[in-house]
Structures are given as C-alpha cells and as structure tokens.
C-alpha cells in the first residue's frame, strides 16, 4: 500500500542502468547477480516507482556494436520507457573501461586516444538528445595518474578545457537543448584524478569558452572519500548556479568507493542534505548512483532501490518537522537578534547549538 514515504513522479527520482544492473563484482570476487537488460531495468524501475533512468552509452549499446544494432537497442529501450511511464533526464559517456582509456581520454598523452574519445562523446550526446536527456554528465574516471612523470598536470588541465570547448561548440552548432555537468573524484580507479573535487571544477568553468553550459554533478561518495562535507560542496555548487545533477548515495569517509544506499551510513548528513535541497528548491533530478549489496538476489536489488528512494522522502517529512518547531525555530531567531555592538556583550552568551544539534537528532529518532 503506497504511503507517505511512496515514491511519486514529482519528486523526480533517478536511477542509472548501472546501479540496479550492478552485479556485484568487486577487485575480490567475480559477479553474484546476472546481467540485467536494459529494459528490464526499466520494468524493475517502473515497478519500484522511480521516475527516471540514466545511462552511460555502453551501459545501453555495446562498444562494438553495428549501426543496426545500435538503432534497434535504442528503439526497443525507447519503447520501453514510454510503456513504463519513465523519462531519461541525464546521460554519459564510459571512457573509462575500455583499455584504449587505460591512461586517461580528454588528458591521454597520445592524440590518437584524445580524437577517439572526442567522438565517442559527441555520438554519446547524440543518444543523449535521441531519448530526450537535458543533462550529459562527464566523469574523468581514467583522467589521472599514478606518476607525475608522465605529464605535467597544467598539460593535462589544458586539454581537458580544449576538449570540453570542443563538446560546447558540438552541441551549439547541433542545436541542442543540453548542459555538461562535470563529476569530480579524487582517486580510484587512478591513483590520483585530475578534478579530484568538485571545488576544482567550480574553478575550472569559469576559464571555459562557454561557461554558461557547464556546472556540476556532485557525488556524496566521491567528496566524503576526501572526509569533505558534503552538503558544503552542494551549497557551493547552488550558490554558484552550477548544481545542475547530483549523485546521491552513501560512503564511509576515507574508503574505496562504496556507493552504498542512500542515508544508510551517515544519517545526521544525508539529513542536512535533504533538507538543503528541499528548503532552496532544488528542481533536477534526485539521482541514486549507488547499488545493492553483494550480498543481494534480484529481490535485494529491488529492496536496495526502494530503499533509496524511502529514506530520502523520510528525511525530507523530517526536515519539514525540523523547518516548523518552534523551540528550534525560536532558538534561531534569537541568535540573529544579538544586536550588542561591544566584543564582551558579544561574547558572552552561548549560542544553544548543543541543544539544537540533540533536537535535531530526537527529530531523527522520532522521538520529537
């Protein structure tokens, strides 16, 4: 029976092919789950009452695949969105699994690498218009290093700009209605990422030939990995007009990429970050890039999907209760009503963040 905490499409959540598809493989062990098909990845998301589904180019066409195939994959997925009432507001691109990436695609030392990845990308934003995506994410996962000896790093920023004026002035002479979002992480699969955070790229657009065209896709793992927070960067990202997608999911500071389901390891921030999102209004995609425990059976991966979605529309009816206590609200006001002009009045009281911090977390417990 559908409740408060059931999805809807108005909350606009998102999930990649590459998530429910996730079959559990790790650098340990083999896959536990079998491959699961593009469009039934779309029934499992249209049971589960998602809104949307994105995709790297290859989560959906083979690297390989002929110009027929490719048409009559894209048809038959299109087909199944429109059966299953889901829209694809964001695409990428996978330059990071072939072995012809092994040593990065915009930042690679050889020519020959960096003109392939160009195309592969402008064909990737191509399906992107074809299924109606607004937003085309980039994600340097092989953009890095692992010795400084083979490239100097200004080289390497260099023609990552070259190439993305080159993507802008693509899809400005194409005409098309889509903005580049850029995804910042600070290592793994590379010892170290250009970009490794989503502060560089804030950095990074304004240098750009058309800045207007790009922002940012922020990931909660990919910051907390550093032990940054992530709501900070979110607020950065908004301030600045440049939040145009955000990855949400969950991560134990200082691991590998765990991508765990949303909320399920920091509750207290993914809290803060509902509620940020919900209070400015944030209007894109809530987009879940996590997956389900190795541990999982294909009833697992609909549990871990659900599960996603429910948490965050919880924290979001908790956030409403925290925005309308009047104890907390009361204790707010009166922090922004300290008007004294001299330092030792000034100094004086305390501020009441103990108490608001246990409110928030009796709030949480549902014990207020």
């Known amino acids: ?159 990552l700009r070259e190439a993305l004026n080159q993507l802008c002035e693509y899809a400005l002479e194409q005409r098309y209605d889509v903005r580049l979002a850029m995804e910042a992480k600070p290592n793994e699969p590379r010892g170290d990422i250009y970009m490794a955070t989503t502060g560089a790229y804030l950095g990074l657009i304004p240098t750009l030939d058309h800045p207007d065209m790009v922002g940012v896709n922020p990931e909660v793992a990919h910051e907390q990995m550093a032990g940054l927070n992530f709501l900070h960067v979110v607020a950065q990202a908004w301030e600045s007009g440049k939040l145009f997608h955000i990855d949400l999911n969950d991560q134990m500071p200082g691991r590998y990429d765990q991508d765990y389901r949303f909320g399920s390891a920091n509750v207290k921030a993914a809290f803060w970050l509902v509620k940020f999102l919900e209070d400015v209004g944030y209007a894109g995609p809530r987009h879940f890039d996590a997956h389900a425990y190795r541990t999982e059976d294909a009833a697992g991966v609909e549990a871990f999907a659900r599960g996603c979605m429910r948490t965050y529309l919880i924290l979001k009816e908790r956030g409403e209760r925290w925005n309308a206590d009047r104890e907390i609200q009361s204790l707010l006001n009166a922090r922004s009503q300290d008007t004294a002009s001299d330092r030792a009045t000034l100094a004086a009281p305390g501020l009441g963040y103990e108490q608001l911090d246990q409110w928030t977390m009796e709030i949480l417990l549902g014990a207020r």
């Not at 340990?28 to 699961?36: E, M, S």
């Not at 072939?98 to 960096?114: E, I, K, L, W």
Request: hydrophobic content about 40%.
């Open 1 to 159: 029976m559908p409740d408060s905490y059931s999805p809807r499409p108005e909350h606009r959540f998102s999930f990649g092919l590459w998530t429910v598809g996730n079959r559990g493989r790790d650098p340990f062990g083999d896959a536990v789950r079998p491959t699961l098909d593009p469009v039934e990845a779309v029934r499992l998301l249209a049971r589960v009452g998602a809104w949307g589904v994105s995709l790297h180019d290859n989560d959906l066409v083979p690297i390989d695949a002929t110009a027929a195939e490719r048409d009559r994959i894209v048809a038959e997925f299109k087909r199944a969105c429109k059966d299953h009432g889901l829209v694809v507001p964001m695409t990428t691109v996978n330059l990071f699994f072939d072995p012809v990436f092994r040593d990065g695609a915009f930042t690679s030392n050889q020519p020959g690498v960096r003109a392939y990845a160009l195309e592969k990308t402008k064909r990737a934003i191509d399906l992107g218009q074809e299924l109606g995506a607004k937003i085309f994410v980039l994600w340097g996962g092989r953009e890095g290093t692992e010795t400084d000896a083979c490239r100097r790093p200004d080289t390497a920023i260099k023609r």
